[in-house]
C-alpha cells in the first residue's frame, strides 16, 4: 500500500512542476487513490467491454459546471503519421470550486486511445491527456 502511496504523491508531484493543468488517473476497479495502479507505466491496459474508472484533478479549481472529454482512437499504421479518429466524447459534470472529479466509462472498441479533457470554455488546450490501451 505504501507503494501506490508514494507512486501518486509522486506523480502529483511533479505534476506539479509543469505541464498541463491536470492529471487522470485510470483503474479498473472502483478504489480509493491510494490504491490506484502504480503511475510508472507509460501505458495503461484495460479489457474492452468492461468498466474504467477515472479521478481527473485539476491544479486549480473547477471554475466551469462540466467538462467535456475526447477519446481518440490512434492507429499507427498510417504511412507518415498515425491515422486518429474520435471515437467517443462525454460530457463529465462537475461541482465548481472542486478541484477534482471521479466517475467511470466503458470502451467498445480495441486500440491504443488518447484521453484528452477540455474545460467548456477552452477547447483548444487539454487540462489533462493520458494513453491507454483496449483490448
Known amino acids: 500500500m505504501i507503494k501506490y502511496v508514494l507512486a501518486v504523491a509522486l506523480a502529483l508531484n ?10 487522470i488517473l485510470f483503474s479498473n476497479l472502483d478504489k480509493p487513490l491510494d490504491k490506484f495502479k502504480p503511475l510508472n507505466e507509460a ?15 485539476n491544479k486549480k479549481e ?14 499507427n499504421k498510417g504511412v507518415i503519421m498515425p491515422k486518429t479518429e ?10 465548481p470550486g472542486e ?3 471521479k466517475g467511470k466509462f466503458t470502451m467498445w472498441k480495441d486500440g491504443q486511445f ?14 489533462a491527456e493520458s494513453t491507454l490501451l483496449i483490448k
Open 43 to 57: 501505458l495503461m491496459i484495460f479489457d474492452k467491454g468492461k468498466p474504467i474508472y477515472y479521478y481527473i484533478y
Open 114 to 127: 488518447m484521453v484528452r479533457v477540455f474545460s467548456p470554455d477552452n477547447l483548444e488546450k487539454p487540462l
Open 62 to 75: 473547477f471554475n466551469v459546471d462540466h467538462l467535456e472529454v475526447i477519446f481518440i482512437h490512434v492507429d
Open 86 to 95: 474520435i471515437t467517443q466524447t462525454m460530457s463529465i459534470d462537475v461541482v
Open 14 to 23: 511533479l505534476w506539479s512542476w509543469g505541464g498541463s493543468p491536470g492529471i
Open 99 to 101: 478541484t477534482a472529479v
